[in-house]
C-alpha cells in the first residue's frame, strides 16, 4: 500500500501546522482534525491511508479513539501512528494494544517519522 493521503488529528494548531506543513513537503495530501469528533467525521468522508494521532485531546483520547476505530471493519486496515507528547513505556504499550501501528513522541523529528510512514507504504 502507498500511503498518499493522511489525517492529522490533534489538538494542538500548531502541531497540526508543523505536521502538515511537513507532510506537504514529502507530497502527501493531509487533512486535519482538532477531536475526535471531527477525527470521525472525516473518516466518513473519505478513508486516509494513515492516521497520525495524537493522545491528549479534549473528550475522546487518542488511545480511545485509536481502539475504536483498530475495531470498525470498514477502518480496520488504516495504519495509526501515535504521536504525543507521553513518552513513558507503558503508554506506547498501551498505544500499540490499543491498535496503533506505531509510536512517536513530541517533539516530532521530522526524519524518523518520515521514515515511519514509509516502513509502512
Same mark, same amino acid.
Given at each position: ?38 477525527? $470521525? ?9 494513515? !492516521? ?25 486496515? !488504516? ?40 516502513? $509502512?507504504?
Amino acid at each position: 500500500m502507498t500511503i498518499r493521503d493522511v489525517l492529522v488529528v490533534d489538538d494542538s494548531k500548531t502541531e497540526l501546522m508543523f505536521l502538515s506543513n511537513l507532510l506537504h513537503v514529502h507530497g502527501l495530501t493531509v487533512r486535519t482534525a482538532e477531536s475526535g469528533e471531527a477525527a $470521525l467525521k472525516c473518516l466518513a468522508d473519505a478513508k486516509p491511508d494513515l !492516521i497520525l494521532m495524537d493522545v491528549v485531546m479534549p473528550g475522546q483520547n487518542g488511545f480511545q479513539l485509536t481502539r475504536f476505530i483498530h475495531r470498525k471493519p470498514e477502518y480496520a486496515d !488504516i495504519p495509526i501512528i501515535l504521536c504525543t507528547s507521553k513518552n513513558l513505556e507503558t503508554d506506547r504499550v498501551w498505544g500499540l494494544r490499543q491498535g496503533a501501528s506505531d509510536y512517536i513522541t513530541k517533539p516530532v523529528n521530522a526524519q524518523e517519522l518520515m521514515e515511519k510512514i514509509k516502513a $509502512l507504504g
